[in-house]
């Protein structure tokens, strides 16, 4: 496997970190199964693409997209709490209704960034590489989110969305305002996916519309994949796990794109994927099992 | 020795360490050709099929030394980005990317590797490409986009008194939008108008299909994925509300069109192949022009034909490379 490859792995993997903590957000901090995301992500990256390649400033153009994320998670909040839409539901309509909003954001279905400014190349110094200083940005900004996040969480407002996803019915009688928790925990999670979007369409050359499709899976297998690695009810250690999922599932998608060397095919990627995700989840597992055996074996 | 000398040896080893790198690879590369499509599907396959066949054809073979890998994405950007990093690392001498999704990954991963692009219908939209002349960067490629009058004239050939094409296509598929936005200008200079139809999923193929019953006199699709998958759900309202099919790839034919004068995929990626060929020989992708498909091929379906209520008139007959009868 090439230095380029790896650095490759840890980019992507770092981009869709920023998913993996907004899922952590609505499945497991806001119970919330929110599929949102399939189309947030892709309108982050139609947003931002869109604006750029008019002319606005890119980093002007990625916090837009954010905030249109934002919006549009609002909106599945807002389905769920005040039209009483059960909350998958609301979700999968907002998904489907992203899907069009983003063709009609974009006028097209592909928006190449390929010869427009981009966040990263502005940030671009002469004397390194470009496929090391993206990651290297990628760890920072990240970083930077996880503390935010921990520190937000911890926050009055933040322990208040945390009540109404763990117990709503004690969290209410505490005086929370449950509905309006749900809103901004999902306008969070689909903030960071939409980043996430408009990160990825501007280190890949452009937003297209098929971008989102499987984003949500890629998510959850990232922040499951993250709690077995790391398992704790420790918010800090959750936001951590996450992100190490993410990166980690890049990495398995890098070593399965290479396992050319044992006879499999370009076909076989996603099987690959799989059954490596499947190993990493099994290990626990398997520990436990061994550990017992050992003290039957003492005792 | 003091401190300084050990720092400037330890640099100028690594220095010669370096050039060692740099020089290396050149030295013990074999001819080597990375090829990613974003999806894998028959024409996408039988433009792979005809890259490696092109370079058999010039003397690049597996039997030879050539070193040819292939990966897809199965549909997924995220895994299309990583191939075309995982492909820049390999350093192979010339990369192909099948498909606009997998060719924009691609280009903008590398600046210095030649890459030819294949199955695009628009690569200077796509921004591959500044133009389809020369480019004087490391890309280049092959179009597969259609001379759009060439398929008017077919469908006036196939529908002498048509005034209203429908079209049936996908709205979040580039090519398919290219080729809707460039119909919807051209159709008018030919007295006639466009009535379109979007199926998003390719189960909404036959819904589009019934919507435009009563409204067209022929129905025209392109090579979109969604119509070319699901074709006899299209082939079902055709028969039974009598409105002829023409479409744009010639298997489409087989399954029901009346007629097409089809890009022949095949055909296209031995063109790709022979532009890699060139390229392994020396030629620098920079000084090549972008191309289109060179071949057409016309398929005409008469038994589709008296289903659907047209009678094909004898020179269109003749003309076709095949007839299904």
Redesign the interface.
Known sequence: ?????L???L??GLI?ALVALGVLISFRILRFPDLTVDGSFPLGGAVAATLISAGYDPFLSTVAAAAAGALAGAITGWLNVRLKIMDLLASILMMIAL??IN?RIMG???V????EPTVFSMLQPEAMAD?VVRPLLLVALVVVVKFALDWFFSTQFGLAIRATGSNPRMARAQGVATGGMVLVGLAIANALCAFAGAL?AQ????A????G??TIV?GLAAVIVGENILPSRRLAVMTMAAILGAVLY?FF??LA??A?FIGLK??D??LITAVLVTVVLVIPLLKARFKSRRRKEAA | MNLVKVVLQGRSMLAVLGAAAVLLPVAVSAQSVAVTSFV?HPALDAIRDGVKEGLAKAGFTDAKGLKW????A?????????????F????PDVIVAIS??SA??V???TKSIPVVYAAVTDPV????V?SMAPSGTNVTGVSDELALDKQIELIRKVVPEAKRVGMVYN????NS?VVVKRMRELLPKYGMSLVEASA?RSVDVGAAARSLIGKVDVIYTSTDNNVVSAYEALVKVGNDADIPLVASDTASVLRGAVAALGVDYHGLGLQAGAMVARILKGARPGDMPSETSSRLDLFVNQQAASKQGVTLSPALIKAAAKVVK
């Not at chain 2, 890998?69 to 897809?72: D, I």
């Not at chain 2, 199965?74 to 995982?86: D, F, L, M, V």
């Open positions: 496997m090439s230095l380029y490859t650095w490759g792995a980019e992507i869709f899907y069009s063709l097209k279905p592909n190449p960034l390929i010869s496929y990825f280190s890949q050359g452009g297209d519309i098929s971008m499709i499987g890629i890049r998608v890098a794109l290479n050319d370009a076909q990627l996603n | 894998e890998q292939f990966q897809t199965q549909g997924n950007s995220a895994i299309a980005a990583q191939i075309a990093r995982k820049v690392g390999d350093k606009t999704p924009q990954a280009v903008a991963a939209e796509a921004q591959l500044p709205p979040g598929e580039a939008v998003p």
